[in-house]
């Protein structure tokens, strides 16, 4: 399905959150400190790269950005991307699972993803593959789309995301099936409260969720203990 959509991806990706999802990629990666510092990045779940090229602007010169996603079309993207972009150079991306990921333990000081909690199938083992892969002290971001709270902004939600977006994916992407998947994906979701619980399982300490549109959006941090 992934594959099916790639060249639509990032064009629904703006319509759909009303360009919101590049404000909120760029919270993400000011929230793991990233700002001119020499650090190697995963990004778990790369899709076409936004979030890593986001991240890539940040880091020090010598820092690097690894994208890690089994999609391989969304991957070709990421990587045609690379070459128009002032701070391609310091990504590279690698076609895998993040539930088996092809890197030693402890080789990243920062791990991060942006829309992809709701398509994975054992978040405990997410985590705990994140947690494997930090370095003592890593941080960890995980950015998603949840069921918003009770209320009216709910109602106004509902309506749109699970009733006009697969319209707008049928339209502008020829996919209706996956958009409605994306509708659905999150209508079964976790409520943010228990993906803060799963994170802490893992190992994580200092864990800590940022809301947006009335918790809609949400930001989840974390960081791996220096010494357990």
């Known amino acids: 399905m992934f594959d099916r959509i790639a060249r639509r991806y990032d064009l629904l990706n703006r319509v759909i959150s009303l360009h919101l999802d590049t404000v909120w990629r760029r919270k993400l990666t000011r929230a793991l400190g990233l700002p001119q510092r020499d650090l190697l990045v995963l990004d778990l779940g790369t899709g076409t790269g936004d979030l890593a090229l986001s991240a890539a ?5 010598k820092g690097e950005i690894v994208g890690l996603d089994f999609s391989l079309e969304m991957l070709r993207l990421a990587q045609a991307k ?16 993040a539930l088996a990921a092809p890197f030693r333990k402890e080789s990243f000081d920062a791990a991060m993803s942006a829309f992809v909690l709701r398509n994975v199938g054992d978040l405990d083992l997410f985590f705990l593959e994140a947690y494997r892969l930090l370095k003592p002290g890593g941080k960890l971001a995980s950015l998603d789309i949840f069921p918003p709270q009770r209320g009216p902004f709910s109602l106004l939600y509902s309506l749109y995301f699970y009733r006009l977006v697969p319209w707008i994916g049928a339209r502008l992407a020829h996919d ?10 999150v209508r079964g979701f976790h409520a943010p409260e228990t993906i803060a619980q799963i994170i802490q399982g893992a190992g994580f300490e200092k864990v800590r969720t940022e809301k947006f549109l009335l918790g809609a959006v949400c930001l989840h941090l974390g960081e791996k203990p220096i010494q357990r």
């Open 82 to 97: 690379k070459g128009r972009s002032s701070c391609g150079e310091k990504t590279i991306y690698i076609q895998g699972t």
């Open 57 to 61: 602007q940040e880091i020090g010169e």
């Open 176 to 185: 209706r099936t996956a958009y409605q998947y994306l509708s659905d994906s």
